[in-house]
């Protein structure tokens, strides 16, 4: 019998883990789903025959190191600083690892300890990143083949709620890991346009933010995702001279989520005693305010604002003008802002999310030019069975498949991201079956 550890039971992992359970009695599978939150494993277990339950601290080693010595293959949702601990494991217990998390400088360091064991370390394996490499990758190559010159590359993703249910100012809830969000281009980005690299300061990630058309939904703004200039080589794109990964939201969001930065609310690395404070009062102190003016009124002024400005209405509506205590303790106004949100975007079980991917590439063939779309929007069916967590979960699960059934051909070696023939194909083919497929539109 093989052993899958499936580390992390949070909101993205009900789809990794169904769909494992339900290849597990054909395989003669054991699928253990470790977690620090013990209820939360035993919800997405469910009393399966062919799963296992375990609470771990992820950083105790003889917790760790117990499942991953059973296990033929980790797969890790743990948050991202976690998963260099189990990399580490995999490495001295030979085992292959899949992780839906950009590669750190520390795993990225054990590629060729990775090689030499003869193993797989497949990184950036969920949605974005994660399908958007597989796609790109599959366009990329297609176009190369017919010795085209690819001249721009775009490629936009976004977690959104339905329309149905985008019924609050922000047109924003959380259907993922909630802390992501409000560190959310806190480390800049970069990217290339027309020969040049841009940088751009986390204080300017979302000022101005230009605007895409995606299918089905409309006109979306966007904003640079961390460095992508990182993935010119990944991708072999030499001759490129337009190339951007980016985050979508509707254009209110990104207004507001600027003034946030402005105003102080997103630091992480500051500190406030809550004891006796209110929304109000932190609000107050994060943002300077020291006259006798009205406070919205003050935020008008510093942030430049019109008298009648949504924005106004949109952080009143966050609560922050409120006189509601907050959770004693010493906190960043990161996680100050974070528990707000939390109960202001919280999505109801009944509600629906939505994810789009869009990827827009130009190239040149025989003097032509041309322009191809390729675009995916999907709807979750609840909050908890969410678009999110399918296009997350499913990517790593049928990677674990394939690789326990040596169904790779050939099998990576090393530290990857999922952009080899031999991974996305296969990978592309069975997410269509799930419902997770692209349409192309070519000018």
């Known amino acids: 019998m093989q052993t899958i550890l499936v580390a992390g039971a949070g909101k993205s992992s009900i789809y990794l883990i169904k769909y494992l359970l339900s290849h597990a009695p054909r395989n003669k599978w054991k699928v253990i789903v470790a977690d620090g939150d013990k209820s939360a494993v035993a919800d997405k277990i469910n009393n399966n025959a062919f799963a296992e339950g375990a609470e771990i601290d992820v950083t105790s080693e003889r917790e760790r190191q117990e499942l991953v010595k059973k296990a033929d293959i980790v797969v890790s949702l743990m948050p991202p600083h976690l998963h260099s601990y189990l990399a580490k494991d995999c490495l001295q217990f030979k085992k292959n690892l899949i992780t839906s998390s950009y590669i750190s400088a520390d795993i990225q360091e054990m590629d060729k300890h990775v090689k030499d064991a003869g193993l797989m370390f497949m990184c950036e394996m969920g949605l974005d990143p994660g399908i958007d490499h597989m ?23 976004g977690g959104l709620v339905a329309p ?15 802390k992501n969000i409000v560190s959310a281009g806190v480390g800049g980005a970069a990217y290339l346009s027309n020969g040049k690299e841009i940088e751009i300061p986390y204080d300017k990630i979302f000022t101005n933010n230009k605007r895409v058309k995606v299918d089905g939904v409309g006109s979306l703004a966007y ?57 109000m009062s932190w609000c107050k102190n994060a943002s300077g305010y020291n006259n006798g003016i009205p406070f919205p009124e003050y935020l008008q002024q510093k942030l430049e604002l019109e008298k009648e400005d949504k924005i ?45 991917m869009q990827h827009e590439v130009e190239y040149t063939h025989k ?34 498949r394939m690789t326990l059934n040596k169904k790779l051909n050939p099998a990576p070696v090393g530290v990857h991201i999922p952009n080899m023939p031999s991974v996305y194909r296969p990978v592309l083919t069975e997410l269509q079956h799930h419902g997770i497929s692209f349409k192309d539109e070519v000018v």
């Open 223 to 279: 904003y640079a995702n961390r460095d992508s200039l990182r993935y010119l080589d990944l991708y072999d794109i030499p001759e490129i001279k337009s190339f951007m990964r980016a985050t979508l939201r509707h254009p209110q969001f990104c207004k507001g989520w600027n003034a946030l930065i402005a105003l102080g609310l997103t630091g992480e690395n500051d500190a406030f005693d809550t004891g006796g404070h209110t929304n």
């Open 367 to 400: 003097d032509h030019k041309i322009k191809v779309t390729n675009s995916m929007n999907l709807r979750g069916e609840n909050s908890y069975h969410s678009a999110m967590a399918k296009t997350v979960g499913l990517p790593m699960g049928i990677l674990a």
């Open 164 to 178: 149905e249910y985008d019924n609050n100012p922000w047109h924003y809830k959380f259907s993922w890991n909630p």
């Open 312 to 356: 106004i209405h949109m952080l009143e509506w966050l609560g922050l003008f409120e006189e509601m205590a907050l959770p004693a303790g010493k906190c960043s106004s990161a996680q100050i802002l974070l528990s707000i949100l939390l109960n202001k975007w919280k999505m109801e079980p009944a509600e629906k999310d939505m994810v789009v």
């Open 135 to 157: 796609t790109a990758s599959q366009i990329i190559h297609s176009i190369q083949r017919v010795a085209s010159v690819i001249t721009s590359f775009k490629s936009y993703c």
